[in-house]
C-alpha cells in the first residue's frame, strides 16, 4: 500500500488516483518497495506524471517522419500532419491485431492506459485478462481504475515484477516501451519514487 503523501511526490492529483492505484497494486503483487518504485517510476513517465491517459496523435510532418519513417511520405506527413484520427489509422494499420486504414482500428486501438496499451490485440488481451471487456469499450482504459489494472496487468504478464526484484530497471522499460525512449527521465522518476516511499 502506498500513501497519499507517498503518491504525491510523483502525481499532481493523489486523491484520483491513490485508491486505484492501491487496489492494482495488491492484485498484481506489485507489493515490495523495489516494485513499487519500480512500477511507479515507469508508469509516471508513460502517463506524463498521471495526466495523460490517451496517446497524443497531433504530429507535425517533421514528427510524423521522425516516428514513423515507414509509414509516411514527406507528402503524405504533410497531407495527414495534425489530423490524429488519420494518422492513427495510417501508423497502426495492418498490424498489432488492427485492421486496414478503412477500419478505423488504428484510431480506435490507440494507446490507453498508465502503461498506453496500443492495438486490438492488446486490447483483446487485456480484456481478457481483467474480465472487462475494453476491446469494445477502448475508452474504459482512460478511467482511473481500469487505466491502473491495465497497467498493472501488464507488468506482471511482462515479468516486471521478476525484473524489479532483480534490478533490472532497464529491462522494465524494454517490456513496456520496447526500446529506452526515455530512460533518463525514467531513472529520475525513478529516485523520487524510491526516495518517497522509503
Known sequence: ????????????????????????????????????????????????????????????????????????????????????????????????????????????????GLIQITGRNGYRRVSGGLGVNVEEDPDKLTEPLYACLSAAWFWRQNRCNEYADAGLFSACTRAINGGLEGEADREALLKVASAALV
Open 1 to 112: 500500500m502506498i500513501t497519499r503523501d507517498e503518491l504525491a511526490a510523483l502525481c499532481k492529483d493523489p486523491d484520483t488516483w491513490l485508491s486505484p492505484l492501491n487496489d492494482a497494486l495488491g492484485l498484481y503483487e506489485i507489493d515490495t518497495e523495489v516494485r513499487t518504485a519500480y512500477f511507479l517510476a515507469q508508469v509516471a513517465h508513460e502517463s506524463a506524471s498521471f495526466t495523460r491517459l490517451e496517446e497524443n496523435l497531433n504530429y507535425s510532418p517533421g514528427g510524423l517522419l521522425a516516428t514513423w519513417p515507414t509509414h509516411f511520405s514527406p507528402e503524405l506527413a504533410i497531407e495527414v500532419a495534425h489530423d490524429p484520427v488519420r494518422i492513427g489509422n495510417i501508423a497502426y494499420a495492418n498490424r498489432m491485431g488492427n485492421g486496414d486504414i478503412d477500419s478505423g482500428d488504428g484510431y480506435r486501438y490507440r494507446g490507453r
